[in-house]
């Protein structure tokens, strides 16, 4: 246990004294602000047709939750599937490049606590992201009451498939040494996961389904508009704790190859 | 200490290393020589329990290096080669990380972590991005990172590369104040070094153990070999006749020429018999001048190149 916050800590600390943290931030809030002012720029324009001619012109709807929130969280779910893969590519893979990673293996330190100390820093650092996301609710706030328990379950929604990204993005940097290639693959295939819902239509019904229940995006939409299902938490956790156990199965087999 | 059995490693179809026995004593320093790829770092990766052997064992301090890795790596402190160092942080800051992933105490980290740093001389770029500081400098941060945690066993790979001398000149006293106190191996390909600092030597070569002896008595049987170098006035020719008559003498050569007949001739003898008195009558009696007569010592470097070369001649010959 020691060890794994000796070593969290470490992995936090050292996101922000690379510039890569910084450009992760500031590349973030341009994006999601550029969102959010397109979406509260729609919303405004929307409402006041509707003060002006009493009818309904959009799918905005007339609620800040279904015209400002759920979209945003939408969008801020996108720019995420970009950006973490930028977090994680570093994990495993820069460390093995410079030699540190046999320094690291040699110290007193088990296996799954590495893994976890990576795991949780990234999601740290993430979770500076989203809280930074806070603003706009806030601003919204400002001119109209917003339904808390909705953002709060968009939030949860948002760190849960954030880390099923992260855990993915941290088992890939440990296959490689090649940070573009860690970076490259995890979105690759965060992005395939994202999108297996696609094929649903396509597909037979039974494959259908669980393309549907596999896919990360379907488990946030229910989150997003507020509803938290068991089955959609289950799932991120499965997800989560597969990743993660694939990872520490590489680790030991890295032992064997040398 | 560490006790090595029948140990190999192999990687695809190479055989890093092709059943590999040694053993250290408590307190023993011990050089592990070897030219580049001879296995010795394949060897330190599996003591430090970085890397599995595909057969074999390792028991360290009497725990199993692959059961019990942890415990085993709780009493290790280890220099990879290159030194690799998490660039971004500064000295102190990456000795205080490793001193707690070490399991020192939070309350005795500061301390340690001075204590090493004054100890390698580090107090100057504690400050320092890593990135920044000299190879000299990494270095000894390097050390000093094997270093804390007063760990029992020390396996340095090739701790004095890139080193200038003088730095080179601290580093072998440190490692040679250990001698009683710690268990040390070190990698090397520079025999002084190994000569200087360790009491036994482990030579390596392709996979296997080549020679294990105490670095005294591995430079005495090498001694056997009589060379010597004698500075006569004469004629060459006659010289080489009159030597040529001496018993026991395998090997004349000219080493240094000179226009006034005063040659330096290097001559080798059988082993174990002393004829210096013959040489030596042989020379005034037949009226040559015999200026001055010195015996060679072998270095230990061609001790390595022959032990190194001889494998593989016999190689050559097996096939």
Known sequence: ?258 | MIRVSDLSKQYGALKAIDQVNFHVEKGEIVGFLGPNGAGKSTTMKILTCFTQPTSGSVNIAGFDAFNDSIEVRKRIGYLPENTPLYEEMTPRSLLRFIAGLKGVPTKEQNKKVEEVISLFGIAKFSGKLIKYISKGQKQRVGIAQAMIGEPEILILDEPTVGLDPKQIHEIRDIIKNMQGKRTVILSTHILPEVSMTCQRILIINKGKIVTEESTVNLMSRFHSHNIFEIEIDGDEKKVQSVLRDVKNILRIDVKEKSNDQRNIYEIETEKNIDNRREISHAVVHNGLGLLSFKTVSRSLEDIFLELVTDEKEAEVKDE
């Open chain 1, 1 to 258: 246990m020691n060890n794994f916050v000796t070593l969290f800590k470490k992995e936090f600390f050292l996101f922000f004294t690379s510039p890569v943290a910084y450009a992760i931030i500031t590349i973030f809030m341009l994006m999601a602000g550029f969102f959010f002012y397109n979406i509260f720029a729609y919303y405004s324009v929307v409402s006041q047709q509707i003060a002006m001619q009493g009818i309904v012109s959009g799918s905005g709807g007339i609620n800040v939750t279904e015209g400002i929130l759920i979209p945003f969280h939408m969008n801020i779910s996108v720019v995420v599937l970009l950006l973490i893969p930028l977090i994680t590519m570093r994990s495993f893979s820069e460390e093995k490049k410079n030699g540190t990673f046999e320094l690291l293996m040699t110290y007193p330190i088990k296996d799954y606590e590495v893994v976890l100390g990576k795991f949780f820093a990234a999601f740290a650092f993430y979770g500076v992201l989203i809280t930074l996301t806070l603003i706009y609710p806030l601003i919204v706030s400002v001119y109209a009451s917003i339904e808390l328990p909705v953002l709060i379950s968009s939030l949860l929604g948002l760190l849960l498939m954030g880390a099923a990204f992260i855990a993915v993005g941290i088992l890939i940097s440990s296959l490689t040494e090649n940070q573009i290639i860690a970076g490259g693959l995890t979105f690759g295939v965060c992005l395939i996961f994202w999108l297996l819902g696609w094929m649903e239509t396509e597909a037979s019904p039974e494959i259908g389904t669980v393309l549907k229940h596999l896919s990360l995006i379907e488990h946030f939409q229910n989150f997003s508009k507020g509803t938290i299902n068991t089955k959609d938490i289950v799932y991120y956790f499965d997800f989560i704790i597969l990743m993660l156990f694939l990872t520490l199965r590489n680790l030991d087999s890295n032992k064997w190859r040398g």
